[in-house]
Each structure stands twice: as structure tokens, then as C-alpha cells.
């Protein structure tokens, strides 16, 4: 499998118990939230960098970062470039307890798509379960521009905090890796010029 191939998990949406009989470790990858908030138990993390997808704020939030009547945006891997991010290795004994978390959070409205990619770590390529966002999705935003996009972030918030604030978490986590994500910081000067 080359660096942007992928395996399809299976498409029901209980999947994960399938997967986590497999009795082995499991690499998760993280891009946005997962990378300050990952919400489950790990052995290790490294940064890891995945080519074939890049990050984007390309999905509606009517929960979390925005409402109904105001959605706001969150990340999703969309297709093309690279993104790098944080690899979280999931021992066997607790891989069935992570999916079931990762899925009540990622997978409710599935906008995502579970996939399995290679992840180029500091010393080893892996694969890693990553969440790639569905571009057939009513809820995919890629199409915005950046004006759009920063426009929704500046001025929403949700059940956890303002949407700008998740932007701004992840370009500070980004930071402490070493990253800069330069769509992320032109979305970030362009809300706040928005909320002005």
C-alpha cells in the first residue's frame, strides 16, 4: 500500500467492534481536537504526517462549535496535499472502549469516513485510523471561500465554547509541534477581521 492508499473500513457504523478483534494495537491519527483532546487512553504519540489529504475547516458544527440557526466550522481531512498531526498508539486491551468513544464522537452524524492511512512517523510508517471527511456529506462546507468560512467562525459558538477558540487551540497546539498551518492562521486573520 503506497502512502496514499487507504483501506475502507466496513461501512457499518458498528464497525469498530469488528476491528477491534483483530487483538492488536491501533494507531490513531489526530489533525484538530483529537490532537489537545484526544478523550482516550494511549501508550505513546509521535507527530506523524500523512500525504493524500490536507486539513480544512470543511464541516458544519450545529452542536459543538456553532448551532442550527449559526453553524460554525470544524476540521476534516479533505483530499489532496498532506497534513501533519499527532499518532496516537491504543494498546490491544483498550482498543474496543476507544472506538466506541471516537465513534459516539465522530461518527453520530457520519460526515466522516473512517479510514485506515499511512502515517509516516519520526522512526516507522504505520497505518492510522484517521476520520476523512465526506465531500457527499449535506453537512460538507469544503466548497466556502475563505471569506465564507471565516465569517461562520468569527461569529458562532456552541455547547463547548466559541468557534473561534477551536481554531485558535488547534493553531496553538500545531505551534507546540513545530507546525504552522498556513490556511489555519489566513482563516485565523481573516475572523478576526470578520468579528471586528
Known sequence: MTAVEQEALPDDVLHYRQFARSRANLWIFGYGSLMWDPGFPYVSWAPALIHGYHRAMCISSSRWRGTPQRPGLVLGLDRGGACRGIAFLVAAADVAVTLRKLWAREMRRRIYLPRLLQARLPDKTVRA??????????????????EQTAERIANCRGARGPNLEYLVRTIEHLAELGVRDHYLLRVLAAARHAAR
Do not use: K, Q, W
Not at 465526506?134 to 466556502?144: C, I, T
Open 129 to 146: 485510523l484517521a476520520f476523512v471527511a465526506d465531500p457527499r456529506h449535506a453537512e460538507y462546507s469544503g466548497h466556502l471561500t475563505l
